[in-house]
Every structure is written in structure tokens, then in C-alpha cells.
């Protein structure tokens, strides 16, 4: 192994080493401090991905510049030195719409993803991008005072009960370090009245080369950018006696911390047990990959375990997890979260606890581990070789952590091979060993009860603290090992079954597939592809879903929907089928949806036979499990009853009474609607949706051959019984049809006002008319994110949404949403509806239609290169073309009729679209 693999952090031994593929990758560090990793990656052929990592983020923040650094990640969008309108229109005129940025505690993150490499001249500006957002903002004080209102409204839409909650928890968390003082979004008080010589102080202080990172990759000439990255970067002067780059430590706490963290919005009580873990220094990329390597079988096998044992049903949990996770650099934590049956609260923790001491005491010995390091070796030996096909992501993790956490730079074979050499050091003394380092002692525990009333009796810490107690020193044995419930060549299918024949056969030269009948009755679409190399997929659909059901069977139906396999199949239970699915690649899914029924089959070519067999068996064998039936009945009633009714329940229930009619077949979810679901039902309403395969079409697309498909559907497929029957869905009318204007107060805290002004129509439109659509719906995003965010700063975001369908019935839909403030709210409503207004009347000119057209064709040749020849591709497409008898990828749907779109298109088609549509305008606000 060659030596690049020991070493650690940025030497320039890494560099130098690196160099030696010098076409494939280039990695450096300039006079100034910059260190950049260039790489030609073949995932996305054409495009390539710019990334500038700066190693300060909100902890290097003065106590009078709390939230400043978040500031100047909304700064590096508006005037750069070099673009003086602004990063965002100069990307957006070359129709990329993929940038963003973020910031953390410990660092920044800016990034332009999907850049078309065609243009050698695109290429260079996207480098000249990073090097302005490096430290050439032009910080104006008027777009300062823009960002001010903008970080106050996302402010406002993220102070969610979940933020609220994590606000509360983070002193404990943190104990009280600079972690938990320094908010990254910012203090009110200082993001509203810093001043542009503060903003510049922050900047000055970190916005420099020897704290960031440029990383590009992607379908490019590495040495040219590679000269362009020096030459636009090495002019950049060293700073001369930085300020230095702290690296901020949380203090142990010896006692456990404790915190009732209360709020009206959580919707029912949990606990949460957290244990703060100093990450260990690691020496060489083999260490790394040794506690990676231990933290995901540790909660591989705590998640297998903790979630058989709250399944069981024999204890008081309704939910429960343990694992370890990253907290903030240099450190992570293991949590234990649990929710309890009502009043429960201290027998389930101790019953949580009892199971994590148990799978600590047990559950890493060598039979356990060993087979599942073998099937992980397998995997990894499965990717040697495979570089050249690996996303950009792999590539950006590596080089992140170089630079951020001094971690080795390494091909990803040499990680892979290292992955090897620690898989073949593990065993159940490097567990248990690794388990007593963090896990024992009463140091760095933070215990975190979670609800809506502040009088309810949790826990305390003293008892808690014995419960952990007590589960170290709890007398328990071994449970004696599963006995193998099934013989060692015993088959899933046990009995003869009659296969079918097929009567009808047809190719289908536009898709270069097949389709097959069968004797049952049953279509089958065949279309081989390797796009997913060893996997392939069985969609059976057929129609009629829920609405064919009676308004009192509804409720069954949907225990049907979440009680699916739950029960096992045939003969055997869940726990049973493990042992015939252990070590395939094999997963069966069904859907019962308003209009609809469907199977799906997917897995690896080498495991058809096993997948069919598991299809067959679900149609034909179902098993269902009363006591299982009983339990997920009793325990959702009883959760119900004691269920506090949220803010969002609350706003959920009002608005669906403004759009809806009433109608038996809307059922709230109460006790009520579990008290009617009804066992023998549920049965019965599987039989009738899942067991005639006369109305069912197949999909069988992927890596599997034809012969070996034909005679998979002959035997499986064939055999499955029909009533021959052709069901169509039923239209049940839900949605009022009339205009709605409403406006609804509740008690909702931060003074927001949530617009959201919503537009349907059910126009028979052509291919034309469609990408008209998509059209408006770009043009209404840019303009009212301009106006409502960029010229008003009175929202973080605007959200348009919507397009057009034709199945089963022709809808065009188009959404504008967003949430600002109570004083805002009604000028900015007035504002959408206005512009929609101006532009019927003057609707849009031919270079903005083209501009949106280039976008179009971009995203579409995006997502062709990412989606075609897939097993998704093609079962959408046979499923287009048995709808349409044509292919959705034909030119007429798109290639042919693009670039003859005009202005007057699109504002023909906008004037039908509104003139004659149901608008649904309506708003949640504060009550003060």
C-alpha cells in the first residue's frame, strides 16, 4: 500500500504524490495559502461542479458579530468585483440554476453545480466566481439593509417547534460552550443594527487563502484549470498576521445535565439520552476508516436489534432508537430516543436501556459480526475499479475532509483497499472495547424530556441515572441463538403451483420491447436494460383503488396499507421469511392509493426466481397476524385519546375545510376511525383489489434476459388466479370548484403571514401548451423571488409550483407560496395578484421566452443523461406508451416543438390558463 495512505492532514508530500496523474487529478497549496483539488470525474459527462470551502464559520464570530459570517453568505449573491450585477443573474443568463451556499459553525460552503464544460470561456468564470466569493464582495451598505429584512423573514419561517426545541436543547447539548451561544442565523439585535464596518471587520479578519479550499470537479481539462485556478488566485496577497483561526472545545459536564425542554407544538411526550463523545485523533487513513468502520456496524446492529424488540410488541415502547451520530467537529454522540404507551415513560426507558446493555453485552460477538463483515468485504470488492463511475460526491467528501479535518487525501481504491485491510482487524474484543470507552461513566450524559405540559412528571436525573445503573449491572444471559426455522435447501415454494401460458405476444419496435398475454389475462411489458447493471424491477398496477371502496371500508383499507407483510407470507412468519431473503437482494412493495392498486418487485438479476416467487406468495398466500392487527389498532386509539391537538393540526383541519366538502368517504383520523377498521375486512379488501391478475398490467424492465423473463412470467405470473374482471376508478368529487378568498387567524407565534395563492384548470392541452406552462411557471419564480425577496426583502423565499398532466384527466396547476410578516403580508398578497395582472396584459418578450427555453433544454438534457437507460426510465415509458401508443421521450413532445415557442405563445396559452381558472387564494396568519 503506498505510503500516501499514512499520512494525515495537508503536507506536501499529499501534493506531490498526487501530481503523479496528473490528467486525472491535481491537488496544491499557492504562496498565499489556497489550497485547491482539481479533479476529471466521468459521472456526469459535459458538466462539472465548483465548490469554495472556507474552514470559519459562526464560531469565529466576535460577541458583536453573532450571525455576521450567515450575513455574508447572503452578501456573496449580490455584487462581486467582477460581477457587478451579481453571481446569481450572470449564472442564470447562462441557464445554470444550481448555486447555493451554507454556513455552520465551523465552516462555509459556497457552491455552482452543473456547469456546462462545452464553453472553455463558462468554465473560466465559474473559477472566477470562486475567486470572487474567496474575498472580493463588494459589500454595499443598501444590499446589507436588504439582507436584514431577508435573514428576518427566514428567521421567521424557520422558527418552526422543531427549531424551537433544538434552541432549547442546545445550552445542555453544548454545555453552554461557544457552540451553544453563537446561533448561525444570528441575534435579532445584531443582524438588525450592525453596521457595514463591522460586516467588513468579520470579512477582513476570515475571507482569506490560507482558510479556504477550491474544489472543481468534473468533465474538464484539469491542467487548464488548474492554470486558470493560479492565475486568478495567486495574486491574492498572504495575509500578513492573521487573526488566528480558533478551535472552540465543549467542556465536559462530570453530572448528567437535565432539561424539560416544553412547548405547545410538540405533539406528545418522548425522552432523549445523550452522551457527548470527544472524537479520537486519527493518525492515518486506516484509523479513520476504523472508527467510521465501527460506528456503522455498531448501529447497523443496534438499529436491527432495537427495532425487532419494540416490533415484538411485549413492551411499553411505541417507538425507540440508539445510535451514534456526528454532533459538531471534534465530536459526536450517542443518542437514545424513545416514545412511550401514555403515562409509560419510566418502564420504557428502562426497557430501552436493558436492550442497549444487552446488545453492548452480546450482540457484537463474532457469529454476529462475522457474516456481516463478510456480505460489507463483498460490497467494497464490488466497487474496486469502479473510480470512473463514481459521483462527484464521493470525490468532494475526500477533499472536504482533507482540508477541514486534515484527513488523507486517497483515491478511492486506496480507501477501498484500506477499508479491506480494517475489516480484517475487526472483531468482538475491538467492539466491546470501543463500546467501554464512551459508554461507561457518568460523564458528558445530557437527559432531554420533551412534551407540551410543563407539569407532566417525567423522570428526573436521579432516576435516570439508576436506571443506567441498574442496566449496567442487570443479571441477564445470552439468549440462546436462533434456531435455523427453515432446512438448508428448503424451498420459499413448497408446493406444485400451475403455471400459465402465453396466447398473445407482440414486439414493440419503438421501445425495442415486448408485450405478452397471458392465458389469466394478465399484460405483460418486457424491456431489457442494463442501465442498472444486475437489478431489475416487476411493476404490477391496475385500477380502481380506494375509490371502488365503500366510504365505511376506508379505514380498513389503510390498516391493509400499513399492515403489508407485517405478518409474513404463507407459512411464515416475518422472522422466518429472514432466513430465505438473508443474503438477496429483494424487496416487495404494495400501494393502495385513491385510483389505484400496485405490486412492485425489485432485485438482483441473480435473485429473480426468489423475487418471483415472493410476488406470487403475496398475491396468492398472504399472511395476516390478528394479535399484530390488534396491537397497531389498540395502541392508535389509545394514542389519539391522549394526543394534543398541534398548531398544525390545527391549521391542517381548518384549511381542509375551507377547500373540501364534506363527505363521508374524508375520515379524520380519531379514535373514531380506528374503532371502524375491522379485521376480517382488511382480508377481504386485499382479496378483491390484489387477487385477479386479469386486471392488472406488468412492467418487467431491467438485467434480465429475455428467455429467463418469459419463463419466470409463464410459472409465477401465469399461475396467479383471475376473476376477469376490467374495473375502472370511480371520480369522487372532494375539492370545491369555486373561487376561494379566506384568511385564517390562529394562535401562531413571530407575527407570520403565510400566502398561498393557488390556480387549476382542467384545459385539454397540447405538447405546446405544456412546455407554456413550464414556461410561466419559471417566469413567475424569477420575478416574484426578485420583487418579493430581492427589491422587498420581505420573504427568505418564494415558492412557485405546478405544472400540467393528461392522467387520467387533464389538470394544469400553478402555486405561488410564501411567508412573511404580519405588516408585509397584504401588500406583498396584493403584489402577486397585480403581477399576474400586468402580465396578461403585457406578457413576456422573445428573449426572456428564450433564456427560460435554454433552461429547459438544459434541465432536460440533465436529466436524460442521468435518467435514460434506467429500469425508471423505461417502466415510465412503457407505461406512457400503453397509455398513448407513442414514446414519452418522441421528439413531437418536445424536440420538434421547443424552439418554435414565441412571447405570443406563451401569453396566448397564459390567458386561457388564467382567465378560465379556479383560484384558491388563501392565508394563515398571526392572530397579533
Known amino acids: 500500500m503506498r505510503s500516501l495512505l499514512l499520512l494525515l492532514f495537508l503536507c506536501s508530500y499529499c501534493f506531490s504524490i498526487a501530481q503523479k496523474d496528473s490528467n486525472t487529478f491535481r491537488c496544491g497549496k499557492l504562496k498565499n495559502g489556497l489550497t485547491y483539488y482539481i479533479r476529471h470525474t466521468a459521472a456526469q459527462p459535459g458538466y462539472a461542479d465548483y465548490y469554495l470551502v472556507q474552514n470559519v464559520g459562526s464560531l469565529m464570530e466576535d460577541e458583536d458579530q453573532n450571525g455576521l459570517a450567515h450575513v455574508l453568505e447572503h452578501m456573496a449573491f449580490h455584487a462581486t468585483e467582477s460581477f457587478p450585477e451579481g453571481v446569481p443573474a450572470f449564472l442564470q443568463r447562462h441557464g445554470i440554476e444550481t448555486f447555493n451556499a451554507v454556513t455552520r459553525y465551523d465552516e462555509t460552503i459556497y457552491h455552482v453545480d452543473h456547469v456546462p464544460t462545452i464553453s472553455s470561456e463558462l468554465v473560466d468564470s465559474c473559477v472566477l466566481v470562486l475567486r470572487d466569493w474567496s474575498g472580493f464582495l463588494m459589500l454595499k451598505p443598501e444590499d446589507m439593509d436588504r439582507e436584514r429584512k431577508v435573514i428576518r423573514e427566514e428567521r ?24 451553544a451561544l453563537h446561533d448561525i442565523i444570528g441575534s435579532v439585535e445584531v443582524v438588525q443594527n450592525f453596521t457595514p464596518e463591522q460586516l467588513c471587520g468579520y470579512y477582513n479578519d476570515f475571507y482569506r487563502p490560507d482558510q479556504q479550499a477550491v474544489i472543481i470537479m468534473g468533465d474538464i481539462d484539469v491542467a487548464r484549470v488548474e492554470a486558470t485556478v493560479k492565475r486568478l488566485f495567486e495574486v491574492i496577497p498572504k495575509r500578513e498576521n492573521p487573526k488566528p483561526r480558533l478551535v472552540y472545545r465543549i467542556e465536559d459536564n462530570e453530572e448528567p445535565l437535565y432539561a424539560k425542554l416544553i412547548d405547545n407544538e410538540i405533539p406528545n411526550n418522548s425522552i432523549q439520552l445523550v452522551k457527548r463523545i470527544p472524537r479520537p485523533r486519527v493518525n492515518s487513513l486506516e484509523e479513520m476508516l476504523r472508527e467510521m468502520l465501527l460506528r456503522d456496524f455498531y448501529n447497523s446492529i443496534m438499529r436491527g436489534y432495537i427495532t425487532e424488540y419494540v416490533e415484538a410488541g411485549e413492551s411499553y415502547l411505541l417507538g425507540a432508537g440508539a445510535w451514534i451520530s456526528s454532533l459538531v467537529r471534534n465530536y459526536d454522540s450517542f443518542n437514545l430516543v424513545l416514545t412511550s404507551l401514555p403515562g409509560k415513560e419510566r418502564e420504557a426507558l428502562q426497557q430501552v436501556l436493558e436492550q ?22 463483498q460490497g467494497v470488492k464490488s466497487n474496486m475499479g469502479q473510480e470512473k463511475s463514481m459521483p462527484n460526491d464521493v470525490f468532494l467528501q475526500i477533499y472536504q475532509d482533507n482540508f ?29 472495547d470501543w463500546i467501554t470507552g464512551w459508554y461507561k461513566g457518568r460523564d ?33 444471559e445470552k439468549e440462546r441463538p436462533q434456531e435455523q426455522m427453515v432446512e438448508e435447501n428448503a424451498e420459499l415454494i413448497d408446493f406444485e403451483i400451475k403455471p400459465g401460458r402465453i396466447v398473445k405476444e407482440r414486439k414493440i419496435k419503438a421501445l425495442d420491447a415486448e408485450e405478452w398475454i ?54 411464515y412468519d416475518m422472522r422466518t421469511l429472514g432466513f430465505f431473503l438473508k443474503d438477496h437482494t429483494v424487496d416487495v412493495n404494495l400501494s393502495l392509493e385513491e385510483r389505484s392498486e400496485s405490486i412492485s418487485v425489485v432485485g438482483a438479476s441473480v435473485d429473480a426466481e426468489l423475487a418471483f416467487q415472493l410476488f406470487y406468495l403475496t398475491v396468492e398466500r398472504p399472511r395476516f397476524d390478528r394479535v399484530l392487527y390488534n396491537r397497531f389498532v389498540a395502541i392508535n386509539r389509545m394514542n389519539r385519546a391522549n394526543l394534543k391537538a398541534t398548531l398544525n393540526d390545527t391549521i391542517s383541519e381548518m384549511l381542509s375545510s375551507i377547500r373540501r366538502m364534506e363527505s363521508p368517504r374524508l375520515w379524520r383520523k380519531d379514535t373514531t376511525y380506528y374503532a371502524a377498521m375491522n379485521y376480517n375486512r382488511m382480508i377481504q379488501i386485499y382479496k378483491e383489489r390484489f387477487q385477479d391478475a386479469s386486471d392488472f398490467t406488468f412492467y418487467l424492465v431491467g438485467d434480465i434476459e429475455r428467455e429467463k423473463a418469459r419463463e419466470l412470467t409463464i410459472k409465477y405470473v401465469g399461475a396467479v388466479s383471475s376473476v376477469f374482471r376490467k374495473e375502472k376508478a370511480v371520480e369522487h368529487v372532494y375539492e370545491r370548484r369555486e373561487n376561494i378568498t379566506k384568511d385564517v387567524e390562529v394562535n401562531m407565534p413571530d407575527r407570520k403571514y403565510l400566502v398561498s395563492i393557488e390556480f387549476y384548470n382542467k384545459l385539454k392541452t397540447n405538447p405546446t401548451e405544456e412546455l407554456c406552462m413550464r414556461i410561466l411557471k419559471m417566469y413567475f419564480q424569477y420575478h416574484f423571488q426578485e420583487k418579493i425577496r430581492g427589491d422587498q426583502g420581505a420573504a427568505y423565499s418564494v415558492q412557485v409550483l405546478g405544472g400540467t398532466s393528461s392522467s387520467p384527466n387533464y389538470q394544469q396547476e400553478l402555486f405561488i407560496r410564501f411567508a412573511t410578516s404580519l405588516d408585509e403580508g397584504p401588500e406583498m398578497r396584493s403584489l402577486v395578484r397585480e403581477r399576474i395582472q400586468e402580465f396578461l396584459k403585457q406578457g413576456i418578450t422573445d428573449e426572456e421566452v428564450e433564456d427560460f427555453i435554454l433552461a429547459i433544454k438544459k434541465e432536460k438534457k440533465s436529466a436524460d443523461d442521468v435518467a435514460y437507460n434506467t429500469i425508471v426510465f423505461w417502466t415510465d415509458n412503457l407505461q406512457f406508451y400503453n397509455k398513448t401508443g407513442k414514446r414519452m421521450d418522441s421528439p413531437i413532445y418536445f424536440d420538434s416543438i421547443v424552439d418554435k415557442i414565441k412571447a405570443k405563445d406563451v401569453l396566448v396559452f397564459a390567458r386561457k390558463f388564467f382567465n378560465s381558472a379556479q383560484c384558491v387564494d388563501l392565508v394563515i396568519k398571526s392572530k397579533y
Open 518 to 571: 397471458l392465458d389469466n389475462g394478465a399484460r405483460v411489458f418486457y424491456k431489457y436494460t442494463d442501465g442498472d447493471k444486475g437489478m431489475f424491477n416487476m411493476l404490477a398496477g391496475s385500477p380502481g383503488g380506494r375509490s371502488v371502496l365503500k366510504a365505511e371500508d376506508l379505514p380498513s383499507a389503510d390498516a391493509l396499507s400499513a399492515l403489508f407483510l407485517q405478518g409474513g407470507l404463507y407459512k
Open 404 to 432: 477541514l479535518l486534515g484527513r488523507p487525501v486517497c483515491t478511492v481504491d486506496e480507501k477501498l483497499a484500506a477499508t479491506l485491510s480494517v475489516l480484517d482487524s475487526l472483531s468482538a474484543k475491538s467492539f466491546q
Open 444 to 476: 458528558n450524559w445530557v437527559f432531554l424530556m420533551q412534551g407540551n405540559d410543563s407539569t407532566y412528571l417525567f423522570p428526573d436525573a436521579q432516576e435516570i441515572e439508576k436506571m443506567i445503573r441498574d442496566s449496567h449491572s442487570v443479571d441477564m
Open 156 to 179: 421567521r419561517i424557520r422558527m418552526n417547534v422543531s427549531k424551537r426545541v433544538q434552541k432549547m436543547a442546545e445550552p445542555y447539548l453544548y454545555n453552554r460552550s461557544k457552540y
Open 356 to 377: 442497549v446493555e444487552y446488545v453492548h453485552r452480546f450482540g457484537f460477538a463474532d457469529e454476529v459480526l462475522q457474516p456481516l463483515i463478510e456480505n460489507y468485504r
